[in-house]
């Protein structure tokens, strides 16, 4: 028993000895749609751009935690409207994803970075966004549509929090990196509809 606290111990001192902090700015490109629409449905990927700070905790070589604080734009497009009529629905988030990441080396300077783990995210502005015939309208996705606005009858109000796994890989040059990602939300948009956030990125940073 005593030799393995002696183990344990020198392990943590070895760890902390070794941890370090660094810090980066990023920006990227997202393709989001949603999962869980019903038959007959017609939803398309709708571009938007996340950008944000983070920060990297080393523990050895290896491993490290990346939490961020992101502002991302999500959402999706709806088809199959006619010819000159479009409809989005456009939340944007406040994101706070948190990865364990490991770190291959594979030249001088240069490496892999791979990551997973949970994301938090709260919509701090959202709208459905409608255009047919020369006539446009926006309407809060937030507030519960009884009585008609624009092209829209009837909707719910939409959810803010959000939540969902996150993966992803960077490529790093020196203190550049290029990342590729996903995200899979694990909550409902809404509590009538299935809808669930999905989302891919790719993106490019600078560490401090």
Same mark, same amino acid.
């Given at each position: 028993m005593k030799r393995t606290l002696i183990l344990a111990a020198f392990? &943590?001192? $070895?760890?902390?000895?070794?941890?370090q902090v660094s810090w980066n700015a990023k920006v990227g490109m997202n393709i989001s749609n949603f999962m869980g629409t019903e038959e007959g449905e017609d939803l398309n990927a709708k571009i938007g751009f996340n950008v944000g700070v983070g920060m990297e905790y080393q523990f050895t070589e290896l491993f490290s935690l990346q939490p961020s604080l992101m502002f991302s734009m999500k959402g999706?497009?709806? =088809?199959? &409207?006619g010819e000159d009529a479009k409809a $989005?629905? *456009?939340?944007?988030?406040?994101? &706070?994803?948190? &990865?364990?990441?490991a770190r291959?080396?594979? #030249?001088? *300077?240069?490496?892999?970075?791979?990551?997973? =783990?949970?994301?938090?995210?709260?919509?701090? !502005?959202?709208?459905?966004?409608? !255009? #047919?015939?020369?006539?446009?309208?926006s309407v809060d996705m937030f507030k519960e549509i009884t009585d008609g606005?624009?092209?829209?009858?009837?909707?719910?109000?939409?959810?803010?929090?959000?939540?969902?796994?996150?993966?992803?890989v960077d490529y790093e040059i020196n203190r550049i990196f290029v990342g590729l990602g996903g995200e899979i939300g694990l909550t409902k948009l809404y509590s009538e509809a299935k809808y669930k956030n999905l989302n891919f990125t790719i993106g490019v940073g600078y560490k401090f």
């Open positions: 392990a &943590l001192v $070895s760890v902390v000895s070794f941890s999706a497009k709806l =088809g199959d &409207l $989005s629905i *456009n939340p944007m988030y406040i994101q &706070l994803p948190v &990865l364990a990441a291959v080396a594979i #030249a001088e *300077n240069q490496a892999f970075v791979f990551k997973a =783990g949970p994301y938090f995210a709260y919509a701090v !502005s959202g709208k459905y966004k409608m !255009s #047919a015939g020369g006539v446009s309208a606005d624009g092209f829209i009858a009837e909707m719910p109000a939409a959810k803010r929090f959000d939540c969902g796994l996150a993966i992803g």
